[in-house]
């Protein structure tokens, strides 16, 4: 499928928020080369800030991010994007009123800005092998697509530069399941193409089944990583969910219990 | 009946031209650009001077005028809306009262209240099957269809078409995406003030020069523009076709000075009944 | 110069009494009236055709006041629910209405030669060079009286609860239509008040045509609010000052240009005026004070890249 190199992205000490004070503080989490990373956390942890800094839409109040060995924490979306660095925000994430194919084609125009229709057609064919929904309607407004498929559409337009590494903001939020099923396997392929993912997501028990490793986030620190398959059943992270440093919870984690729903 | 469909249709395609130039801006920026009317009537003496004072033919002089609006309105973009960083459409609606102060009364500063005319050789109207399109008419429709396919051609088959379409779809996700939203927003008011530019010359030939003009047509850009659904430049074209075709019909019924009511009652019905607009189905909200 | 300076106070005092109408309607219950100068025009009119035939003053002034806000609370009750920019270019077309109705019917309105002769109310009791002074001072009463209502409106339970749903659209609209009414309310008593400098300003200039109610009346209010600051009443009467000053200020411009025409000066004026607003528009702090937006697209978010 085309050997994209995937970079890892390292995350040192940063600090991020929207107003006086930081939402995410001093935070280090790395998303190793070629994995899929899973970041979780109850809600207001600070994971979509951490994301939007990561992405370029916040500044850093301290700290670096670094893809592969380069420090990207001064470049904008756009030069990130450049640099390798795709994102999914989790609204608005297509646009709605231009057709699937334009989609696809602005996902690359812009990035790779002098990039020739050849390899434009190559992007477009990768990724419509990855989606192949998606090749049937080219033509169509993609308002008018079901949630699944303008979340592959979604993906799809950041796949679209080439980029060696993924960032997904809750990549599975609002989706009927069959759809969730359907979306991680198009992320694992992603994945088996070469490019590392780093993704937030409510829906741990759908998500630990193709991440390698899951971070926990709380009230913006990262309080471990975990290896995918210890994550849900270890009962410490039950209990930093709940916000209970040290207790047990009594019980053990049951997979719907903590996730896949609102966590408390 | 069918002469003033005909009429009707020839002053809906100037309505159309400076519709689609209060569309783009309005959908690019979410930005109602009270001085669409003082960039027609700008647009309209730029050529006046090219044409009368300096001598050269109308071909050329209108081009001419609308590279100049192109440029008059980037210029004022930058020195006037971007400072107010904001995008409230209230705050940007004043700056362009503002805007419209400045421009109208330099024109009138300049070349005072008289109505005068371009400098065109006259010529016979054509006259078929009982119908009468005189050649003002004639060059009206031909440069503003021609107008309208170029505008069509730059959205949907350009870069900066797909820019401008996906900044007004959503400027978060544009700005993700790669898309250098000052540039696109600089070649969004070119295009809107040489549409303007083009629509005041056309304008000023079917009628004539002064400094009202742009005025007067404000409220029948507005209730073309929102009738073809705002935001959308392509629907923009339609609303001012029927905006120009139903004003024309209700001079055969109403007294002429009360023209532009006909516009204000299709706004007014518009944004009550269906503000989206006719062709505002298709649209998706941000 | 005595003369004169009274007659900019009372310039002054019909732009405060239009600014604090604003206030109200925008300000207060967030409903934006690009078309002040139509409705100021439906109150002068009013009073004028009724005291020109014969009606007194006060009876005149009382109907202003009456068809004015009549007015507004049927435009605002139509665009209730429209969007800030549609509903600005709703009340702008009803003012464009206005001002064709204005000019076309001639029986009514005297078309575009307006009305003259309109009679100076209570002129008989006081003659001559107090004439004016005693005008300014009625003036300045209504003004105060005026301030002083609308201060009550405010702190009343009426006030914050037009302010509650200024704040938040969404809750306005689930709230449905009792509170709605309250809306319809704060912009007709705006109206009354326009109706009321209406009158005022008929009878003070005794001749009125269609061109003295275009759309430079709306933007002086707005200039003069804007000015003002903060949506407070006594920001607004500074704000009036400031924006009459700038006015007729400008007016002076052809005593130090004298190479100028005079059908110059007055465009070179406006040029000034429209200069003036755009300034104000960006040099105030905050841009249009955060008092009158609270729309969250307003928020940039602190990337590098503003969002225009």
């Given at each position: 499928m085309g050997g994209i190199a995937g970079e890892s992205i390292r995350v040192r000490g940063v600090s991020a928020g929207?107003?006086?004070?930081?939402?995410?503080?001093?935070l280090t989490l790395e998303a190793p080369c070629g994995q899929i990373t899973a970041i979780a956390g109850p809600n207001g942890a600070g994971k979509s800030t951490l994301m939007k800094a990561v992405a370029g839409l916040l500044p850093l109040r301290s700290g670096k991010v670094l893809l592969g060995g380069r420090?990207?924490?001064?470049?904008d979306p756009t030069q990130r994007a450049a640099a390798g660095l795709g994102y999914v925000p989790?609204?608005?994430?297509?646009?709605?009123?231009?057709t699937v194919a334009e989609n696809l084609r602005v996902g690359f125009e812009f990035i790779r800005?002098?990039?020739?229709r050849t390899e434009f057609a190559a992007a477009r064919d990768r990724v419509l092998t990855l989606f192949p929904d998606l090749a049937s309607r080219?033509?169509?407004?993609?308002?008018?697509?079901s949630g699944g498929q303008r979340q592959m559409l979604a993906i799809g337009c950041a796949m679209m530069p080439g980029p060696m590494a993924l960032l997904l903001d809750e990549?599975?939020?609002?989706?009927s399941p069959r759809s969730v099923h359907d979306m991680f396997e198009a992320v694992r392929k992603v994945n088996e193409a070469g490019v590392t993912v780093l993704m937030i997501e409510q829906n741990l028990v759908e998500a630990v089944r193709i991440c390698d490793t899951v971070v926990l986030v709380v009230g913006g620190e990262a309080r471990g990583q975990w290896a995918a398959d210890a994550f849900l059943g270890d009962p410490q992270v039950h209990a930093l969910f709940l916000g209970?440093?040290?207790?047990?919870?009594g019980a053990t984690v049951h997979g719907g219990g903590v996730c896949g729903t609102s966590a408390a | 009946m069918a002469q003033a469909l005909l009429n009707g249709m020839v002053s809906g395609m100037l309505i159309a031209l400076a519709a689609i130039a209060l569309s783009l801006t309005y959908g690019v920026?979410?930005?109602?650009?009270?001085a669409i009317g003082a960039m027609i009537t700008t647009g309209a003496y730029l050529a006046y001077f090219l044409?009368?004072?300096?001598?050269?033919a109308l071909a050329v002089a209108a081009p001419l005028a609308a590279i100049g609006l192109a440029l008059i309105s980037v210029v004022v973009a930058h020195a006037v809306y971007r400072p107010l960083?904001?995008?409230d459409p209230i705050a940007l609606l004043l700056a362009s009262a503002g805007v419209t102060f400045v421009l109208e009364n330099a024109v009138r500063f300049i070349y005072g209240a008289e109505v005068r005319g371009f400098d065109q050789p006259v010529a016979r109207p054509l006259v078929w099957q009982g119908l009468r399109l005189n050649h003002e008419q004639l060059v009206d429709a031909a440069v503003a269809v021609a107008a309208m396919i170029a505008v069509a051609v730059i959205l949907k088959l350009t870069r900066l078409g797909r820019a401008m379409r996906a900044i007004s779809d959503s400027p978060a996700l544009a700005q993700v995406r790669g898309i250098d939203k000052g540039r696109t927003i600089d070649w969004t008011w070119a295009l809107a003030g040489a549409l303007a530019a083009l629509s005041g010359v056309l304008i000023g030939l079917d009628g004539t020069v002064e400094p009202l003009i742009g005025t007067n047509y404000l409220i029948t850009v507005f209730a073309a523009a929102i009738l073809g659904g705002i935001g959308n430049p392509l629907g923009a074209m339609a609303g001012g076709l029927v905006i120009g075709i139903v004003e024309e019909f209700s001079a055969l019924v109403l007294?002429?000075?009360?023209?532009?009511g006909a516009s204000f009652v299709v706004l007014v019905l518009v944004l009550f009944?269906?503000?989206?607009?006719?062709?505002?189905?298709a649209r998706f909200r941000r | 110069m005595m003369a004169y300076l009274v007659s900019i106070l009372t310039f002054v005092a019909l732009a405060a009494l239009l600014a604090l109408a604003l206030n109200i309607q925008?300000?207060?219950?967030g409903m934006v009236n690009f078309g002040i100068g139509g409705f100021y025009g439906v109150g002068a009119y009013t009073a004028a055709i009724l005291s020109v035939r014969g009606t007194d003053p006060l009876t005149a002034t009382i109907a202003a006041i009456v068809v004015t806000a009549a007015a507004s609370a049927f435009v605002s009750l139509a665009s209730?629910?429209?969007r800030d920019d549609y509903l600005a270019i709703t009340t702008l077309a009803f003012a464009e209405a206005m001002r064709l109705v204005m000019l076309n019917e001639e029986w009514l309105?005297?078309?575009?030669d307006g009305i003259r002769d309109i009679p100076r109310p209570f002129i008989q009791f006081v003659g001559g060079e107090n004439y004016e002074p005693a005008f300014l001072a009625v003036c300045f009463a209504l003004v105060g009286g005026v301030y002083i209502l609308l201060e009550r409106l405010v702190r009343a339970p009426f006030g914050r609860a037009l302010r509650a749903l200024r704040e938040d659209d969404v809750v306005a609209a689930t709230l449905g239509k009792e509170v709605l009414k309250l809306r319809i309310k704060a912009f007709a008593i705006g109206g009354a008040v326009i109706g009321l400098a209406g009158a005022l300003h008929a009878f003070y200039f005794t001749y009125i045509d269609?061109?003295?109610?275009?759309?430079f009346v709306t933007v002086y209010a707005f200039m003069a609010v804007i000015a003002g600051g903060k949506g407070s009443n006594s920001g607004l009467l500074f704000g009036a000052c400031t924006v009459m000053v700038l006015v007729e200020g400008t007016r002076f411009l052809k005593d130090f240009l004298p190479f100028l025409e005079p059908s110059q000066a007055a465009p070179l004026r406006l040029i000034l005026i429209g200069v003036g607003l755009i300034l104000m528009l960006i040099f105030r702090p905050g841009g249009i004070m955060p008092e009158y937006r609270l729309s969250v697209r307003e928020w940039t978010p602190p990337t590098g890249k503003k969002l225009t």
């Open positions: 929207y107003g006086a004070s930081d939402i995410v503080r001093a420090d990207v924490s001064v470049l989790q609204e608005h994430n297509v646009f709605r009123n231009l800005r002098t990039g020739r080219l033509r169509a407004i993609a308002g008018s697509l990549p599975s939020a609002g989706l209970q440093p040290g207790e047990a919870g | 920026l979410n930005f109602p650009n009270f044409n009368a004072q300096l001598g050269l960083r904001t995008d007294p002429t000075t009360y023209r532009q009944v269906r503000p989206q607009g006719l062709a505002g189905v | 925008w300000g207060q219950a209730i629910r429209l309105t005297g078309g575009s269609p061109g003295q109610f275009a759309g």
